[in-house]
């Protein structure tokens, strides 16, 4: 079994894209969307939900008003400014709480229970290429890599159960740790970058952090085209880094319409100048140690 990490620095490099055309090529894949904050892979390729896991993130305050007497003694001690009153009320805002079990030890009253944040979400199904997992972290909840770890473990449950070769993670932007989980233990991680200042800035933080794991990069530069400058910039980089480049993809209109036709650019346009450069890279990828 292959797990093939495709992280970006930054994001709007293109990295969703280029991960949703490798997993149309050639043989049936796993693809996990690791991008658990901003998950999109389902949009495109609308697979079935065969199976669905809540994730406990953390917990939120609830007051029972049965009991309390609007005191105020837990807003005066929120450091999140979660407690408000409105009309003489108290209330906790949910996106703003952060669980931290204090306004339910203070409470006089003992008005206010913890209960378990459980609107974040695993899936797991099928799409059109073979096998899908992702995860949903629902707004203001933290902990997104222990969703992504999760998803990995689903996804090499799913490979094995299935007999399938290929893990494609599709990872989150930066290099915080949802990024850290996604690449942990991985075959080979491919960074997404684009002809940008900010694009080679953030692709040497993302090297780094790489090269920390262990791993040795590959390097995609998408978009080539809009600054062949700052290009040869990233090709410089790499190579006095010894990273390889695998290839550069030039930007082309069509794979927007591609993703509008709901089609990775593979599908849509076989023929096209990006889907025999990316069948190419995938070929290399897959066959390098």
Same mark, same amino acid.
């Given at each position: 079994? &292959?797990?093939?990490?495709?992280?970006?620095?930054?994001?709007?490099?293109?990295?969703?894209?280029?991960?949703?055309?490798?997993?149309?090529?050639?043989?049936?894949?796993?693809?996990?969307?690791?991008?658990?904050?901003?998950?999109?892979? #389902?949009?495109?390729?609308?697979? $079935?939900?065969?199976?669905?896991?809540?994730?406990?993130?953390?917990?939120?305050?609830?007051?029972?008003?049965?009991?309390?007497? %609007?005191?105020?003694?837990?807003?005066?001690?929120?450091?999140?400014?979660?407690?408000?009153?409105?009309?003489?009320?108290?209330? @906790?805002?949910?996106?703003?709480?952060?669980?931290? #079990?204090?306004?339910?030890?203070?409470?006089?009253?003992?008005? @206010?229970?913890?209960?378990?944040?459980? &609107?974040?979400?695993?899936?797991?199904? $099928?799409?059109?290429?073979?096998?899908?997992? #992702? /995860?949903?972290?629902?707004?203001?909840?933290?902990? $997104? /890599?222990?969703?992504? *770890?999760?998803?990995?473990?689903?996804?090499?449950?799913?490979?094995? &159960?299935?007999?399938?070769?290929?893990?494609?993670?599709?990872?989150?932007?930066?290099?915080?740790?949802?990024?850290?989980?996604?690449?942990?233990?991985?075959?080979?991680?491919?960074?997404?970058?684009?002809? !940008?200042?900010?694009?080679?800035?953030?692709?040497?933080?993302?090297?780094?952090?790489?090269?920390?794991? %262990?791993?040795?990069?590959?390097?995609?530069?998408?978009?080539?085209?809009?600054?062949?400058?700052? !290009?040869?910039?990233?090709?410089?980089?790499? /190579?006095?880094?010894?990273?390889?480049?695998?290839?550069?993809?030039?930007?082309?209109?069509?794979?927007?319409?591609?993703?509008?036709?709901?089609?990775?650019?593979?599908?849509?346009?076989?023929?096209?100048?990006?889907?025999?450069?990316?069948?190419?890279?995938?070929? *290399?990828?897959?066959?390098?140690?």
């Amino acid at each position: 079994m &292959k797990q093939i990490a495709v992280i970006s620095g930054k994001g709007g490099t293109g990295k969703s894209s280029i991960s949703a055309a490798f997993a149309t090529l050639n043989n049936e894949v796993v693809i996990a969307d690791c991008d658990v904050d901003a998950a999109n892979l #389902y949009l495109l390729f609308s697979p $079935s939900e065969e199976e669905e896991q809540v994730y406990i993130g953390g917990y939120k305050a609830v007051i029972d008003y049965t009991f309390c007497s %609007g005191c105020g003694f837990c807003a005066d001690y929120c450091r999140f400014d979660a407690i408000l009153f409105q009309n003489n009320r108290v209330i @906790i805002d949910e996106i703003s709480c952060d669980g931290c #079990y204090l306004c339910s030890r203070i409470c006089p009253e003992k008005a @206010i229970r913890m209960i378990p944040n459980d &609107k974040s979400k695993l899936y797991s199904g $099928s799409f059109r290429n073979g096998r899908i997992v #992702y /995860g949903r972290l629902a707004p203001g909840e933290e902990n $997104s /890599g222990k969703l992504v *770890n999760m998803v990995r473990e689903k996804a090499r449950q799913v490979a094995e &159960k299935y007999c399938l070769e290929t893990i494609i993670l599709d990872g989150p932007p930066g290099i915080g740790c949802p990024v850290i989980s996604t690449i942990t233990g991985v075959d080979k991680v491919i960074i997404i970058t684009e002809p !940008t200042i900010s694009g080679l800035h953030d692709l040497e933080r993302a090297a780094e952090i790489v090269l920390k794991s %262990g791993r040795k990069p590959s390097v995609i530069i998408n978009k080539w085209n809009l600054n062949p400058e700052i !290009t040869d910039q990233i090709r410089c980089w790499c /190579g006095n880094n010894s990273i390889r480049v695998e290839g550069l993809l030039p930007f082309d209109k069509e794979m927007v319409n591609a993703m509008v036709h709901c089609k990775t650019i593979t599908e849509f346009d076989k023929d096209n100048e990006i889907s025999r450069e990316l069948n190419r890279i995938w070929k *290399n990828i897959l066959n390098s140690n």
